[in-house]
């Protein structure tokens, strides 16, 4: 089988060439994003491999077909960057559901106590040997009130960390998760009451169109004075020009992104020579009272492994076998499919 990866990375190569290590898949890498324009490099290949950054719209499927390509390998959970629609009946699209909750969620708790505990100006302060604590006054973590959107595999293992500093956890999800709330610590609550009484607020969440922008200027007037944000999840479910508006009139207190609504033009790349042509990026990182991480949440040796086993397994399960319990949208499909909730 030949597979062609998009969007490479260093780190990507390295897990990769293990997991198919005598597994019959030669892989030619590109570093380059999968567009319109780079889609020809495909040619030739079995399969596409794209990470979350790749552009798989309609045009980038139908040439996709016209090489005589049928199957895209996403090696992330989420696929907001695929037109799902157009893909059904054309293209076989696997995911990897979970590689790693625990990365996602400590990295979400590392950049809450990085910025309520002020390390990163610690950090910087200590490196000019600069001691003093002005300015750098923190609060607990222990008795805050944390409302957590999104119940998931990442969001659970998130609950699990808040409970363990002694945090109260208010959770909002369409899906509820069973046996989660145990009417004390954890409860489930309508996304309007959550807003209200939360101290700190995390998103672990899929982009959808009904979650697209879901904090949006009007949410975040529902919150507390004060309240920190996190999002470790997808950028598109904040809107970033309202946070700049609520962390200017100071409604924000704080604001943790691994991810931003417009980083494909900017993130996984090395942009310190050049000016920053996004001014709501920039604005963002120039805030004191902001810390942006670029979407590492994921980079762990743990998940990197789980990713390329879990994208090697899916591909070999449909080349050998006909079929894969990750697939999220099928070539061969029908409308029953839909219908019965096997598309997404």
Known sequence: MKLAFFDTKPYDRVAFDRAVEGRGIEIKYFETKLTEDTVELAAGHD???????????AAVIDRLTALGIGTLALRSAGFNNVDMKHAF????????????????????????????????????????FNFSLAGMTGFDLHGKTVGVIGTGRIGRVFIDICRGFGMRVLAYDKFPAKDL????????????????????????????????????????????????????????????????????????????LDVYEEESDFFFEDHSGHILEDDTLARLISMPNVIVSSHQAFLTEEALANIADTTVGNLLALFEDGQ????????????????SGKCF
């Open 47 to 57: 399969a596409v491999c794209a990470f979350v950054n790749d552009t798989v719209n």
């Open 89 to 128: 009946g054309r293209l076989h699209v696997l995911r990897v559901p979970a590689y790693s909750p625990y990365a996602v969620a400590e990295h979400t708790m590392a950049l809450l106590l990085t910025s309520v505990r002020r390390i990163h100006k610690a950090y910087i302060r200590t490196r000019d």
């Open 181 to 256: 709330d145990n009417g004390d610590t954890v409860r489930y609550v309508a996304l309007d009451t959550l807003l209200a009484e939360s101290d700190i607020l995390s998103l672990h969440c899929p982009l959808t169109e009904d979650t697209y922008h879901l904090i949006d200027g009007e949410a975040l007037k529902k919150c507390r004075r004060g309240v920190v944000l996190l999002n470790t999840s997808r950028g598109a479910l904040v809107d970033a020009e309202a946070l700049l508006a609520a962390i200017k009139s100071r409604h924000v207190g704080a604001a943790c």
């Open 324 to 339: 894969c319990q990750n697939e999220v949208c099928y070539k061969n499909g029908t409308a029953e499919d839909c219908k």
